[in-house]
């Protein structure tokens, strides 16, 4: 009788056992990419295929930045995939190698006081009014941060690049210049300095530099195009071209060491 017991005991031990040990089997199991995918606050259901696609070559990178990544356009070579940009952001359109804007387009412009530019410097005015107050107060500590290349027109810039392409040929070109329409000096809202004494090419070893570093964002200015991001940007490391977003955006993208490109693609794309 007691024998029996034990053997029903063991028995039930068992089942006991096997059923424990089967759930913790089924936890382990790998949860697809897929499903990760979708988990993603960033997921965009349209790019499935390209999100499978990149994270191929990818497999270092996390899903986020998978998605990210892809978000941007970077599955796709510069100027491969490109679309008009999404005029409605206002002061936060995104113009790079896969947005760009149309011939017609035109911002409104308000002149630079000469003061703080060169002659005939126009800006959208918020930036216009943001960059004289960064200016302004660069001033007061006996610093020159004065804008030599502000809004630049879809056919000049259609000139411009022309010209660097007979110069250096395309592929060069493509590096520093930006093609008509995917130039951010269209929107208005870009800027390209220099402390008066120097070139705008030796900016970076200046004071001034140093100070833009440390106070852009306070008036709503990212350094855009910085070093080490030329994958994410497509452009080589510019440091006397500055951007307007906004005084909370810049501080985000300051803080953060992240480009503008990162920033739209998680907080601006699909916002309402
Ligand atoms: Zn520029």
Redesign the pocket.
């Given at each position: 009788m007691k024998n029996k017991n034990l053997i029903i005991f063991y028995l039930l031990l068992l089942i006991i056992l096997i059923v424990i040990s089967r759930t913790l089997i089924k936890k382990q199991k790998p949860i697809s990419f897929e499903s990760k995918l979708i988990k993603s606050e960033y997921y965009n259901k349209n790019y499935k295929k390209r999100y499978i696609n990149y994270y191929k070559n990818n497999k270092s990178l996390s899903i986020n930045q998978i998605i990210i990544n892809v978000n941007i356009g970077l599955d796709y070579p510069f100027y491969k995939n490109i679309k008009k940009t999404d005029l409605a952001k206002n002061n936060l359109i995104l113009v790079n190698k896969y947005n760009y804007l149309e011939k017609t387009y035109i911002p409104k412009l308000e002149t630079i006081d000469e003061k703080y530019a060169n002659k005939n410097m126009k800006l959208t005015p918020l930036a216009k009014d943001a960059f004289e107050e960064l200016s302004k107060n660069a001033k007061k500590e006996n610093l020159n941060i004065i804008a030599m290349?502000t809004y630049r027109s879809y056919t000049y810039q259609n000139t411009l690049y022309n010209n660097y392409v007979n110069k250096d040929g395309k592929d060069l070109a493509d590096t520093y210049s930006a093609r008509p329409g995917h130039s951010?000096?269209q929107t208005a809202l870009?800027i390209?300095v220099y402390n008066k004494t120097k070139s705008y090419l030796e900016f970076e070893n200046t004071k001034e530099f140093i100070w833009m570093q440390e106070n852009a964002h306070k008036y709503g200015f990212i350094l855009r195009y910085p070093k080490n991001k030329e994958h994410i940007t497509g452009y080589q490391y510019?440091p006397?071209?500055y951007r307007y977003i906004g005084i909370n955006e810049a501080t985000y993208i300051h803080s953060n060491n992240i480009t503008f490109e990162e920033y739209y693609a998680k907080f601006i794309e699909n916002k309402k």
């Open positions: 290349s951010e000096h870009a390209d510019e006397w071209h």
